[in-house]
């Protein structure tokens, strides 16, 4: 039986320290290639590029004997020129990250690093997106990799052909850390304050700036096992229907 | 008591015909304040904008004597600007769109006038993205403007805290339709063959192409609806737990 082949994508780009970290933690499991942003593409939420058009370079000397290729789109473009354009086929896995910062809770739905794993789940590929709760380029991901090797090891083991997880990973020492836990999202939201600044010509311009809130403390999320030295397992869906809410719309709707 | 505010916007643009349809199908109901991008934002997702500031420009001449602004934003940060720096409150409704093509189904995730309106619904907001299945400039907004009339005139009697549509309007003649359908999302995906062309200098560069995948024909689909000649209602919700996956992923990682 061949190798299988795992496509590693990111949303911090190419050159960011956490995709090194991850190829490095999967590269045992299977072939590994790399197709990523050539910028960081942080917050771009499932952005795809309709109105341009593409570029593709491969990339040499950032990934050892990997082949990688950078893409001027965004994480969700990127999978689809992956499988379209360089693969020519679905790879067994799809991981991506490791990001550098937290994309537990409400951040899943700005999140890059997710959207590329969403986007992946979407076309049948089994995804996973892995997040270090620390945003510094220096950030130490050697926890994070051990996550990494075992979940991706777990799957290897027991493969499920429908798999979309979230996984974050806290900012602690190893000494701290108290294992993989399964949860839910937090119910949680960013409340921005823009920055005013005046350009050279006095004209206003604005920078956006958030506040996190966290509105649900409940033990069974992300948000709560982080804190408590967890590394977190969300299973994503992209069916966001709220079923429960049908009955209550039709009735408003008077139907 | 004071009127309504009502807070329209879209990802097709400022001068979209789409949105001035919306403003004029809900100008009724309360005060009208448009923030719009300036530019087409189609496809953005849920995309914000982290390294670059933000421009805001009012905007005179396209909406009577409503007050309008631009952002140089995508449209969730049209949102959070128009929350913190043009209304200083959240506002009593959000409309988005009327967008210029479809939403329904999997392009939930992939638009810009549904990110809109759950970013909205995020921050507490009643919040509801309106789509016509037509992608033209020039479509006939008659039927969809109607259909808005109708589904938040109804919230309007029967108001819900929490709400978040997606409402979705066939491209059909009006003596075709057969009213309002709460459905759930279809499950699908867009296929993607990218076209590969050369530049004057010969080097390669890729425009996305799609082909839309129905894989779920259900009656209680979006799609199924749509095709029948319904306007379609998704209550939407942006925990994306799938919790359901939840002790299989356990069981996986041996917990």
């Known amino acids: 039986m061949s190798r299988p082949l795992i496509l590693v994508t990111n949303d911090d780009g190419v050159t960011a320290s ?11 499991f299977g072939d590994v290639v790399i ?13 795809v590029t309709i109105g341009f058009p593409l570029r593709i370079q491969e990339v040499t000397g950032l990934f050892g004997s990997h082949k990688a290729w950078q893409t001027s789109g965004t994480p969700v473009d990127c999978v689809k020129l ?4 360089i693969l020519h086929r679905k790879p067994d896995l799809l991981v991506s990250g490791i990001n550098h910062g937290s994309n537990a809770s409400i951040n899943v739905i700005y999140s ?7 986007e992946g789940a979407i076309e049948g590929i089994p995804s996973i997106g892995f997040s270090l709760c620390d945003y510094s380029p220096y950030a130490d991901f050697s926890l994070a990799k ?6 991706v090891g777990a799957w290897f083991k027991k493969p499920q052909h429908e798999l979309l997880l979230n996984v974050n990973i806290p900012k602690i020492e190893r000494a701290e850390y108290r294992g993989l836990k399964v949860c839910r999202q937090a119910h ?7 920055d005013e600044r005046k350009d050279p010509n006095g004209r206003p311009y604005f920078w956006m700036k ?3 809130i966290v509105m649900d403390q409940s033990e069974d999320t992300d948000d709560a096992a982080l804190k408590q030295g967890f590394a977190t397992v969300v299973p994503v869906q992209f069916d966001m229907t709220a079923h429960h809410k049908k009955a209550a719309i039709a009735d408003m709707l008077q139907l």
């Open 188 to 194: 949680s939201k960013w409340s921005e304050n823009f």
């Open 82 to 85: 992956a499988v379209d354009k």
């Open 210 to 212: 958030g506040e996190f």
């Open 112 to 118: 890059g690093t997710m959207s590329a794993a969403v």
């Open 146 to 151: 051990e996550v990494v090797k075992e979940v």
């Open 35 to 47: 197709v990523a942003p050539d910028k960081a593409q942080s917050g771009m939420g499932h952005a």
């Open 18 to 28: 956490g995709i090194r970290n991850l190829v490095e933690a999967v590269e045992s």
